[in-house]
């Protein structure tokens, strides 16, 4: 799993980009609201910190696409809170 900062997320459209000294080559990994863990509606703000696994992949001018994405409370604990 790799620790990352949400650089944007767009609600209306579904997706952002997390930002992660662990992707190589310095890449963003592009999110998907469908990756996030939580129930009913999932989105992220910017800023946030996140836990995540990640693929390669071309996603639009992306190189690799994050999955199961989890919230990192402040204190650097997973978030147990939903949504």
């Known amino acids: 799993m790799a620790i990352g900062t949400v650089k ?3 609600p209306e459209k579904g997706w952002g980009a997390i930002a992660s000294a662990e992707l190589p080559d ?8 469908n990756a996030i ?8 703000d910017a800023g946030e910190r996140v836990e995540f ?6 996603q639009d001018s992306f ?3 994050a999955t199961r994405v989890r919230r990192i409370d402040t204190d650097g604990r ?3 809170a939903e949504g």
Not at 53 to 58: L, N, P, R, V
């Open 8 to 10: 944007f997320f767009r």
């Open 53 to 58: 696994d990640y693929e390669s992949a071309q």
């Open 37 to 44: 863990e939580g129930e009913g509606f999932r989105s992220l």
């Open 26 to 33: 310095g890449c963003d990994a592009w999110v998907h609201f």
């Open 63 to 65: 190189r690799y696409r």
């Open 78 to 80: 997973r978030s147990s």
